[in-house]
């Protein structure tokens, strides 16, 4: 069994700063990437961020520059961090984790929860 639990979501004003964290466990064999999407009231789930085990890193246009995510690969845990946030950045934000729970696995993908980040004066 494999369980992906985010963390770190909340209420910030505009111009503000909140840092994500997601933790994989359970077995898992081996991650080949981690990210963070997120979805907005009455919009689709869109890509915020992902990075690879190797260390590539692919942003959605909207966060360039102000997020930046990071992973703890003994831990299995990545973070996102959110600066210069933005009342649009208001969504629930998920954490995914593509992995092979076993040598013998085809990868599959597992979604968190999610966390709300509200962007707000």
């Known amino acids: 069994q494999v369980q992906i639990v985010e963390s770190g979501g909340g209420l910030v004003q505009p111009g503000g700063s909140l840092r994500l964290s997601c933790a994989a466990s359970g077995s898992i064999f081996r991650i080949y990437y981690m990210g963070w999407y997120r979805q907005a009231p009455g919009k689709q789930r869109e890509l915020v961020a992902t990075l690879t085990s190797g260390g590539s890193t692919n942003y959605a246009e909207p966060v360039k520059g102000r997020f930046t995510i990071s992973r703890d690969n003994a831990k299995n845990t990545v973070h996102l961090q959110m600066n210069s946030l933005k009342p649009e950045d208001t969504a629930v934000y998920y954490c995914?984790?593509?992995?092979?729970?076993?040598?013998?696995?085809?990868?599959?993908?597992?979604w968190g929860q999610g966390t709300q980040v509200t962007v707000s004066s």
């Open positions: 995914n984790a593509n992995m092979a729970r076993t040598a013998l696995d085809r990868a599959a993908t597992y």
